[in-house]
């Protein structure tokens, strides 16, 4: 059967901690990212640097109400049992979500492009966004063209990345006409990631979760 989500109410609560076969030690806190206007309602998830303003990418089938929602990023900071610290933490963003609704969610499923069918995906496999320059983000479809220069190398998004200094690795860029896009550094670096979409009890989307697969989901420390 296809990939099946994780705990994420676990990976999004602040002290989760888990470790790696190796002895990496990891303890997860919730930053805040900022809130995303979502003028349509459309979401769209990708590599900014690669794809954004490329008119390559679709929105998720699944819309939201048009609004303004909160994006948190659940961020791990990694330590070795023994090593000396470094002179800034290490830290990963592990995953990442927009909220719809103040509304836990009790269930979840991939958040798809138009012509996607979860009844074609083999064994543990998923649909997901490609990232080739390290990051991912979350914006309105109507925004697409809102960042002109992101694929020279400048522009509001390079602008907004190079804040992000030594962490944790998520910014906001203003745009043009009022748009905005959430962005973040994507765990380990370049890869595909899925989108998973959380419904609650009524079966109303609840929240987008981008999951970078900095924990390890057999690994998580029992409370």
Not at 12 to 25: H, I, K, R
Not at 83 to 96: C, F, I, K, L
Not at 111 to 117: F, K, N, T
Request: charged letters at 20%; proline letters at 8%.
């Amino acid at each position: 059967m296809p990939m099946t989500a994780r705990d994420y109410a676990r990976i999004f609560t602040p002290g989760t901690s888990f470790s790696y076969e190796d002895g990496l030690a990891g303890t997860i806190s919730v930053v805040e990212v900022g809130e995303l206007a979502l003028p349509t309602g459309r979401v769209v998830a990708c590599d900014p640097f690669v794809y954004l303003g490329s008119g390559e990418t679709e929105p998720f089938t699944a819309e939201v109400p048009p609004g303004r929602y909160a994006v948190q990023a659940a961020v791990a900071t990694l330590v070795r049992p023994g090593a000396e610290p470094g002179p800034h933490p290490h830290t990963r963003v592990a995953a990442v979500r927009l909220t719809v609704r103040d509304a836990p969610a009790v269930s979840w499923e991939l958040a798809l492009l138009p012509g996607q069918d979860i009844a074609e995906l083999g064994e543990d496999e998923f649909y997901g966004y490609g990232v080739d320059a390290g990051t991912g983000c979350f914006y309105d479809a109507s925004a697409d063209g809102a960042f002109p220069g992101t694929e020279d190398e400048e522009g509001a998004v390079w602008a907004a990345m190079e804040t992000v200094g030594h962490g944790p690795g998520v910014f906001m860029a203003e745009g043009e006409n009022s748009h905005n896009l959430a962005g973040f550094t994507s765990g380990w670096g370049d890869g595909a990631y899925p989108t998973w979409i959380g419904r609650g009890a009524d079966g109303a989307l609840t929240c987008f979760v981008t999951d970078f697969f900095v924990v390890p989901a057999d690994r998580i420390d029992r409370v």
